[in-house]
């Protein structure tokens, strides 16, 4: 193995690891640009997927309040960069101000992407049990690009990561979506896919093509582009690589698949994540570990954020991040190698 890993968990330890990785290879890794705000608007979800990296589940009820919410309009109307608007949870739908916060953001010209897992659709709360079926309608009207996990095209290997009955919500929700126009090359639909366990994901652009083959033959749905991506060693993934004993293994996997050309397109470098309480973090991966970023002497945050300093950040990595520098590299666009 090339370079030293951390047993503990990551909480920021092994920063100094990635970044002496990056150092020796010549490469810069500053922020470049904020063009998109990405925002966790909550931990609640109707699902406890045995992957997920932001511990999200039916029991979690953290929600970004509406004060919040409107800081971070203030912010997208403030920043002209800023391109992008990028909702996740949880099932961000289950967030009580979701519809507003939409709606306002397209008002303001921006490009809103939602991390949407297609099962809250047919689940709707589990808290409350509203409904939540109006929701293809509604990205639809709104001109929303959805972007959803699906773990594959097939029902044993997708109920086995995400739950008994997944695959089929999960179908009949992208057929939902498909009679809204979406998939259709006007309105964005986009897949994601994570490996079944301690594994890189294969070459995206064989597996999209066998998504799309399958998926409309066996099913009759079409969707625009598949985005292959690292499960990282956080959370709930850590906790099942350390349970199997094989944490240390996945991640000497991880650094040892280090690719250079990922760093360009890390997605740290043209974004800011903003949690729940209005924490502002490089990502969203940074955001779960609690890794809060700093500019000017102290944490950001949304109430007090000043842009032109933000840029002037460094950005903070711990050994998670060779996750996101491995194989063809991982974002949420899906590779980031050029």
Request: a negative charge.
């Amino acid at each position: 193995m090339n370079e030293p890993t951390q047993t503990e968990s990551p909480t920021g330890t092994g920063g100094p690891c990635f970044s002496r990785r990056i150092a020796r290879c010549g490469l810069g890794a500053g922020p470049l640009a904020i063009r998109t705000l990405q925002a966790n608007v909550t931990k609640l979800c109707n699902q406890a997927c045995v992957h997920c990296h932001v511990d999200a589940s039916p029991v979690r009820t953290e929600q970004m309040s509406l004060e919040c919410v409107n800081r971070c309009l203030e912010i997208l109307d403030e920043g002209d960069a800023i391109e992008n608007l990028d909702l996740t949870g949880g099932a961000p739908e289950l967030n009580p101000h979701f519809d507003y916060f939409v709606g306002e953001a397209r008002k303001l010209g921006k490009h809103v992407m939602v991390r949407h897992n297609l099962t809250v659709t047919l689940d709707g709360n589990p808290r409350t049990g509203e409904a939540k079926r109006y929701i293809p309608e509604f990205f639809a009207e709104n001109r929303v690009e959805v972007v959803s996990s699906l773990p594959y095209y097939s029902e044993y290997f997708t109920d086995r990561q995400r739950g008994k009955g997944v695959f089929e919500k999960s179908i009949e929700s992208l057929r939902m979506l498909n009679r809204e126009g979406y998939g259709a090359g006007e309105l964005e639909l986009n897949l994601v896919y994570n490996p079944a366990g301690a594994f890189l994901p294969p070459s995206q652009k064989s597996l999209e093509a066998d998504f799309r083959r399958r998926l409309e033959e066996d099913h009759g749905v079409r969707f625009d582009s598949l985005y292959a991506m690292t499960n990282m060693p956080i959370n709930r993934f850590e906790k099942e690589l350390r349970r199997k004993n094989i944490y240390d293994d996945y991640m000497e996997k991880l650094v040892n698949a280090f690719n250079p050309e990922t760093v360009e397109g890390l997605m740290c470098r043209n974004m800011l994540s903003v949690g729940h309480d209005g924490r502002i973090y490089d990502c969203d991966f940074n955001q779960m570990l609690e890794m809060q970023a700093r500019a000017g002497g102290k944490p950001l945050t949304v109430f007090d954020l000043d842009l032109g300093e933000a840029m002037g950040r460094e950005i903070r990595f711990g050994v998670h991040c060779f996750g996101c520098t491995a194989g063809a590299g991982s974002g949420c666009g899906g590779e980031t190698a050029a």
